[in-house]
């Protein structure tokens, strides 16, 4: 099945510094690409998402470009606060046809002061 | 703005017992799905439930596990006997029927098998 593999964590920056999240895909076709983010104690939140290729996603500050030459979906802010410390996650159904995601290992991110 | 629910928050249980844990989805959502996350690990997939069958399953999802949509507000998640590697983070998600499958995640249940 299709597969991501993300960056390991944890990723430890100061407030208003850049950021970036690594993720690639393994997939038969071009699935729609997304980032989701885990607040502390809470579920699951769709942060954003492309369905082609050089598509751009973005939300809250937070972007990530379908790379088809390159199989990546890396997802990057230019200034990270406090309250971005979350784990994020990478995600892709899990074949052509599927709805189901099938989810990268997790970043967490803690952001200092 | 519509959300998915889920209850009880947090479930503890006897090794071997029958947990039933529930989840209302968004109201006019057509795809369901359960999750789990055990403590610190990745998201896996278990089931998919769409036009009150279930349309792909993990191999995680096995004859312990079932799914039910009693009615035309909740969809539940049946382990049967519990085990201890049960103990995770359950989450319930819906999608409508449009081809972007954004899904959206409920708050999740905690369950822990003593």
């Known amino acids: 099945g299709d597969s991501v593999t993300q960056m390991e964590g944890p990723v430890t920056l100061s407030e208003e510094a850049f950021l970036t999240i690594n993720c690639t895909y393994t997939?038969?076709?071009?699935?729609?690409l997304f980032w989701y983010v885990q607040y502390p104690g809470e579920g699951l939140q769709l942060l954003l998402k492309?369905?082609?290729?050089?598509d751009k996603g973005s939300n809250k500050g937070f972007e990530a470009t379908y790379r088809k030459e390159t199989t990546s979906f890396h997802l990057e802010k230019g200034s990270v606060q406090v309250s971005d410390s979350a784990v994020y996650f990478c995600?892709?159904?899990?074949?052509?046809?599927?709805?189901?995601?099938?989810f990268g290992s997790g970043t967490r991110l803690q952001v200092q002061p | 703005e519509p959300e998915v629910t889920q209850t009880p928050s947090h479930q503890v249980t006897q090794m071997g017992q029958e947990v039933i844990l529930r989840c209302v989805p968004i109201?006019?959502?057509?795809?369901f799905y359960w999750y789990r996350q055990i403590l610190g690990q990745k998201v896996e997939f278990l089931v998919s439930?769409?036009?009150?069958?279930?349309?792909?399953k993990s191999e995680i999802f096995d004859d312990q596990f079932s799914v039910e949509r009693p009615d035309g507000s909740n969809f539940t998640l049946k382990i049967r006997s519990t085990k201890l590697e049960d103990s995770a983070m359950y989450f319930c998600?819906?999608?409508?029927?449009?081809?972007?499958?954004?899904?959206?995640f409920g708050p999740g249940t905690r369950l822990t098998v003593l």
């Open positions: 998600a819906s999608s409508g029927s449009g081809g972007k499958n954004e899904q959206f």
């Open positions: 492309a369905t082609k290729a050089d």
């Open positions: 995600a892709l159904p899990r074949g052509t046809g599927r709805r189901a995601l099938t």
């Open positions: 109201s006019n959502h057509l795809y």
């Open positions: 439930f769409y036009n009150n069958e279930i349309s792909e």
């Open positions: 997939a038969t076709g071009y699935p729609s």
